[in-house]
């Protein structure tokens, strides 16, 4: 499902980009392929029913599952996608949008609400969210791609019971990332900036944003001396070498606070 959402991020991206102008069929051409089988793993939840509107993507290989995470991911990949009348080639024109698309992102984002707890954190599992006890131990990335996938969906619907979604779970990231030895997450900080753009009054988005992109920019090479010259932009890690996954992902998450600051 991540990946899904990667390739028609860069579909858009070459919209943007004029030396990668002529490459976005390319990557709408995987998108569409790779979107085939988030359609085959679509369905609903364990114990509901259809009649209730939730969707979500399956897995399990002893048993039907579902977490936060996966759902949240196929919804930020539905909404990346270009809009038909964008699209030149028409076969891709057919691939990109089927009919019944708009049920099942609401039926995703009604999953994603369902697994927000009184607190603002996320449980892992939808057997969890049905058991309604309280998330004890939140996931890593889960949160802040439900904020992000919720945040999304607002601004493509205007209907605030997402936003208040994404909210909820921006408050408890904001309070979380300020304990010590706590990384702030990419994604939640790439939902700040959404959450900015659509409340530019509330200032807690914007303060949040800042500290957390602080902490970031604070073990970046540099200001931290890099010990080779290749290492610069990368970020420090103890006992390892950087990596360019938390390089791109940090990437994302200062682009957000940029984009706040610029505003």
């Given at each position: 499902a991540g990946s899904v959402y990667g390739l028609f991020h860069m579909a858009h991206l070459c919209e943007q980009e004029p030396t990668l102008?002529?490459?976005?069929?390319?990557?709408?051409?995987?998108?569409?392929?790779?979107?085939?089988?988030?359609?085959?793993?679509?369905?609903?939840?364990?114990?509901?029913?259809p009649e209730e509107g939730f969707v979500t993507f399956l897995e399990g290989k002893k048993g039907?599952?579902?977490?936060?995470?996966?759902?949240?991911?196929?919804?930020?990949?539905?909404?990346?996608?270009?809009?038909?009348?964008?699209?030149?080639?028409?076969?891709?024109?057919?691939?990109?949008?089927r009919d019944g698309d708009e049920l099942i992102m609401e039926g995703l984002a009604k999953t994603l609400?369902?697994?927000i707890d009184d607190e603002g954190k996320v449980y892992r599992y939808w057997r969890e969210a049905l058991e309604g006890k309280g998330v004890i131990k939140e996931p890593l990335y889960f949160p802040g791609e439900a904020m992000l996938a919720l945040a999304k969906y607002y601004e493509r619907t205007g209907d605030k019971i997402w936003l208040d979604g994404a909210k909820a779970i921006g408050?408890?990231?904001?309070?979380?990332?300020?304990?010590?030895?706590?990384?702030?997450?990419?994604?939640?900080?790439?939902?700040?900036?959404?959450?900015?753009?659509?409340?530019?009054?509330?200032?807690?988005?914007?303060d949040g944003a800042y500290a957390m992109g602080r902490r970031y920019v604070r073990e970046q090479f540099p200001p931290q001396k890099p010990p080779f010259a290749d290492y610069k932009g990368a970020y420090?890690?103890?006992?390892?070498?950087?990596?360019?996954?938390?390089?791109?992902?940090?990437?994302?998450?200062?682009?957000?606070?940029?984009?706040?600051?610029?505003?």
């Open positions: 102008r002529d490459q976005r069929d390319s990557y709408l051409r995987a998108g569409v392929l790779a979107m085939s089988r988030v359609y085959r793993n679509l369905g609903t939840p364990p114990g509901t029913t039907i599952k579902s977490n936060s995470g996966s759902p949240a991911l196929t919804l930020l990949g539905f909404l990346m996608r270009p809009a038909p009348e964008d699209v030149e080639d028409e076969i891709l024109r057919a691939g990109v949008w609400l369902r697994m408050r408890r990231q904001i309070s979380h990332a300020k304990k010590p030895w706590v990384v702030p997450d990419h994604w939640v900080m790439q939902a700040l900036d959404l959450l900015d753009l659509a409340a530019p009054d509330e200032g807690e988005w914007r420090r890690r103890i006992q390892e070498i950087p990596r360019t996954t938390r390089a791109a992902s940090r990437g994302e998450a200062i682009g957000g606070v940029v984009r706040i600051a610029w505003r």
